[in-house]
């Protein structure tokens, strides 16, 4: 099973994955699809599809104001009820009353730190900018945001000199996962470096596609150990902006450096999180 694989159920979670369809898509009998993808993941590809599309349900009901059966549909459900049974199983109760909690829960929370930030670090104003499209090499981290090492971008570098990649790098980072809504050692995040064009995988190096798009850009100026008390700042900013929605994940973050190193007390980072104007959904 290739990183591709996980990038396309990721892209598609509101299309057919079943298992036939991903053991075609993968060129293996499915069975051995089933061994090969559970061994990866620790999952079955039944429960990790119907686990991504309940926290992107989960993280959904929180940000927008669609109705429940129109979440439900985005996140591949086939129907209201089928929904409201998987997801009171996941999270303890139904939609409608899971959106009323999470939300007082994020009005109750108090002010972090972060909005008056103190030395060790700051966070500029949050602007509305479109980054463009591209492609990306990668390499996946599956486990707390916080654990994933730098050697990531390390493999990436010897990577792109070996295929003679001319610099300077573009190096992201990418979240594809709610901290609050997904487990600890299911968050999964890609260190990538932005290359020319598409290109044919192999290993641990996988390819994506970037689609860019406008984003909610905010820079933070510090050690990455501060990153999660500057998204507690962001998130509730970009959810008050006045013509834009937060749309949801993945949150992006570009690192403003030659090289990515994690024991730099001053990294400069931009947070870029999905939006949408006025009038779009």
């Known amino acids: 099973m290739t990183p591709a694989l996980l990038v396309h159920i990721q892209a598609h979670l509101d299309e057919d994955l079943s298992l036939g369809v991903l053991s075609a898509k993968a060129s293996l009998s499915p069975a051995h699809f089933q061994r090969s993808f559970q061994a990866v993941t620790g999952e079955t590809p039944k429960n990790y599809v119907a686990r ?8 959904r009901l929180l940000v927008h104001d669609e109705t429940v059966l ?9 129907n209201h009820e089928t929904f409201t049974r998987a997801f009171r199983r996941r999270f303890g109760m139904p939609p409608s009353s899971y959106r009323a909690w999470v939300r007082r829960q994020a009005q109750q929370r108090p002010g972090t730190a972060a909005e008056q930030p103190d030395e060790a670090y700051s ?43 001319a610099g300077p790098r573009i190096w992201m ?15 999964r995040f890609d260190a990538a470096v932005v290359v020319p064009a598409a290109f044919n995988a192999r290993g641990a190096i996988g390819h994506q596609v ?3 798009g406008e984003f909610a850009v905010t820079t933070h100026a510090g050690p990455f150990v501060t990153l999660p008390a500057a998204y507690a700042a962001i998130f509730p900013r970009v959810t008050r902006l006045p013509k834009h929605q937060l749309i949801g994940l993945p949150a992006v973050e570009i690192y403003q450096t030659a090289r990515v190193n994690a024991r730099l007390q001053l990294n400069v980072t931009d947070i870029c ?9």
């Open 70 to 78: 129109t979440i439900a549909l985005d996140c591949g459900f086939q």
């Open 173 to 187: 980072g990418i979240g594809h996962d709610a901290p609050a809504t997904t487990r600890p050692e299911h968050l």
């Open 210 to 212: 970037f689609e860019g």
């Open 52 to 59: 991504l599309r309940l926290e992107r349900a989960a993280f």
């Open 273 to 281: 999180l999905p939006v949408a104007g006025s009038g779009f959904s």
């Open 123 to 165: 966070i500029s104003e949050t602007k509305i900018r479109r980054l463009q499209r591209a492609h990306l090499a990668f390499v996946r981290h599956v486990g707390p945001y916080e654990a994933a090492p730098d050697t990531l971008f390390d493999t990436l570098e010897e990577w792109a000199t070996n295929q003679g990649l």
